[in-house]
């Protein structure tokens, strides 16, 4: 079992800056991969980040390339998005998920074993 923890949400004005982090506990020695997904009211589950724990490989969503940025921190079991130049559509819940079988970072959420409990990010004009 993963679990994992996500903080650092909360309320930015468009332009603005906000990272988020994902704690990992548990059998995290069994986590290949991390991403982001993202859920805004009345849509469905949107990839945005991922990362290979081991190589730290990364891959992006279409929509955030180039303005959010993945990362890990080993000896902490952390992940973390780093989410520059907010946009309204940015406002969603957040949600940090792993996978401990996968040898590539998988875009669809149902490719994903453990998730978080999500955090808020709003984006005000």
């Known amino acids: 079992q993963v679990q994992l923890v996500e903080s650092g949400g909360g309320l930015v004005q468009a332009g603005g800056s906000l990272r988020l982090s994902c704690a990992a506990s548990?059998?995290?020695?069994?986590?290949?991969?991390m991403g982001w997904f993202r859920q805004a009211p009345g849509k469905g589950r949107e990839f945005v980040a991922g990362?290979?724990?081991?190589?730290?490989?990364?891959y992006y969503g279409d929509l955030v390339e180039g303005r959010f940025t993945i990362s890990r921190d080993n000896a902490k079991n952390t992940v973390y998005l780093q989410m520059n130049n907010l946009k309204p559509e940015d406002t969603a819940v957040y949600y940090c998920?792993?996978?401990?079988?996968?040898?590539?970072?998988?875009?669809?959420?149902?490719?994903?074993?453990?998730w978080g409990q999500g955090t808020q990010v709003t984006v005000s004009l």
């Open positions: 548990g059998r995290t020695f069994s986590t290949a991969v």
């Open positions: 990362i290979k724990w081991r190589s730290g490989s990364t």
């Open positions: 998920a792993a996978d401990p079988s996968k040898s590539y970072i998988p875009r669809y959420a149902e490719n994903y074993g453990y």
